[in-house]
């Protein structure tokens, strides 16, 4: 054998895809080496079957159906408008999030939750208290509450409390000024203050009045300061509840006559 | 040119290219000739592949509706339309044939590479008496008997005849890749089709009896042959 049996060779002449040069070469070798002769004959015998099975099967086409069916779908497609970029914009996000900025996205959504579980229990349940108005606000109140101003003439945007003063400080500002860190003592007056953490809210979505008595350690719920001295005690308040039964305002009605006081 | 106009008039002459560009544009009609003109290669494509005309139909249904949705993803640099068509249609066969969890078929083993290596007389006589369409079909199971990336070259290369180039591009791997897997292929072939995996030598005399016979039945219709092996 004068030559290496060039195999791959002779697949590519039974195939027809070898250069006529190198289809001489291949031919030549065949010749001369029985084993290479057998080879070619074989793959040329097993192209011409290739062949027949492609040929017999050259026919074949998809149901005419499918035409209809793609065609609505292209003029559905056409009639959506491109989405703008979502998924290059999700493959930027997906190449940006690492397993470290996983990581911390994990751990700042778990915060997150914490937060909100805190909030959504320290948030003040509807007060198991007398409802002082029989309707809206606008109503005046009875003659058991105590002289106000703004419960009789709410803000005319409806945000209680906001119209006059900046967001930030009528939150938690109390128009009397009682010592710091201390809710109001008995018989003191005050305006409605917003609670902190409420949405925007008007009054015209509809809101009732609502006077409880609760713990003064209740005010924490509220965002509000709270002498730790006198966490114990009972006080009056009134509250504005919206319709979804959410404490939007407070007002400190006064302090509960307990009987030890009377005693005193 | 508007719309209208070339809605009503069939663009025979424009490149799968020049079709697929007037696609992207929203030209129904140019979808509609890019898709006569490739639904058969693909049809066939995902027949031999999958062995069912179900599993044809359906990879040619979403090989298209990914066109449609995708078709901006075509970069003419990787390849020829046609050869993108051919990579999407593939990914969906072998999809399909993952999640049928079809029997796979078994690569050779070492048994099988020792019978390679033995006799390769003995089934001449066995292979020359096989004739016509029963030969035929003989050669569609073998086809289907291969592993899938050997498969997808024959299919490809020899059924298609597509260029190897091409078939790179379609399957995503080196040309090199391509060649050596045509060649083993063949190997797998003659070795299923002798009843036995094939040497690299001899049996010419039994493929020989097998080419006239396929030749000879090269018109064969095609319905009702068995669905696989």
Redesign the interface.
């Known amino acids: 054998m004068e030559r290496h049996c060039p195999e791959d060779e002779i697949v590519e002449l039974a195939r027809g895809r070898l250069d006529p040069d190198a289809r001489q070469a291949v031919v030549a070798h065949a010749r001369e080496c029985r084993d290479c002769a057998a080879l070619l004959a074989g793959e040329e015998a097993l192209a011409a079957g290739l062949r027949a099975l492609a040929a017999g099967q050259q026919a074949e086409q998809a149901p005419p159906a499918l035409e209809a069916a793609l065609g609505m779908a292209f003029r559905e497609r056409a009639a959506k408008p491109e989405p703008v970029g979502a998924r290059a914009v999700a493959r930027v996000l997906i190449s940006l999030v690492t397993w470290r900025r996983a990581a911390a996205m994990a751990a700042a959504s778990l915060a997150l939750v914490a937060c909100l579980l805190l909030w959504w229990r320290a948030r003040p349940a509807a007060p198991q208290g007398q409802d002082v108005t029989a309707g809206p606000l606008t109503r005046p109140l009875p003659q058991a509450a105590p002289p106000q101003r703004s419960a009789e003439a709410p803000p005319a945007t409806g945000k209680v409390a906001q119209a006059r003063r900046p967001a930030r400080s009528a939150s938690k500002r109390r128009i009397t000024k009682p010592p710091a860190g201390e809710a109001p003592q008995a018989g003191a007056e005050s305006e409605f203050v917003v609670l902190p953490g409420t949405p925007p809210w008007a009054l015209q979505d509809g809101a009732r009045l609502v006077r409880a008595t609760m713990p003064r350690s209740a005010l924490v719920s509220f965002g509000l300061p709270v002498n730790a001295e006198r966490a114990g005690q009972p006080i009056r308040v009134d509250l504005i509840l919206s319709e979804d039964g959410v404490a939007r305002a407070i007002r400190f009605a006064g302090q509960v006559e307990t009987q030890e006081r009377r005693r005193r | 040119m508007t719309g209208d106009q070339r809605n009503s008039m069939e663009p025979p002459e424009q490149s799968d290219q020049e079709l697929l560009r007037l ?1 992207l544009e ?1 030209d ?1 009609a140019a ?2 000739a890019l ?2 003109r490739r ?2 290669a ?3 494509f995902a ?2 592949m999958g062995g069912s005309r179900a599993v ?2 359906d990879v ?2 979403e090989t ?2 990914t066109l ?2 995708e078709a901006r993803r075509y970069d003419p640099a990787r390849g020829s339309v046609a050869a993108y068509l051919y990579g999407i249609a593939r990914n969906h066969v072998l999809r399909r044939l993952d999640s049928e969890r079809a029997p796979a078929p078994l690569e050779p083993s070492d048994n099988d590479q020792g019978a390679e290596a033995a006799g390769l007389a003995a089934g001449d006589d066995l292979l020359g008496s096989l004739l016509g369409r029963e ?2 079909e003989r ?2 199971a073998a ?1 289907l008997a291969l592993p899938a990336r050997y498969r997808e070259v ?1 299919v490809l ?5 597509i260029d190897y180039a091409e078939a790179a591009r379609a399957l995503g791997c080196p040309i090199g890749t391509v ?1 050596s897997r ?2 083993r292929a ?1 190997r797998m ?2 070795g299923k ?1 002798a009843g036995r995996p ?1 040497a ?13 016979a ?2 000879a ?4 219709p ?1 319905e009702g042959r068995s669905g696989g092996l």
């Open positions: 696609t929203g129904e979808f509609t898709y006569r639904q058969g693909i049809f066939r027949l031999q044809a139909e040619t249904q298209f509706l449609i949705q030969q035929v050669v569609r086809v024959v290369c020899d059924l298609h005849e060649r045509l060649h063949h072939l003659a089709l094939r690299g030598f001899c049996q010419s005399q039994s493929l020989a009896a097998l080419a006239a396929q030749v039945d090269s018109d064969m095609v």
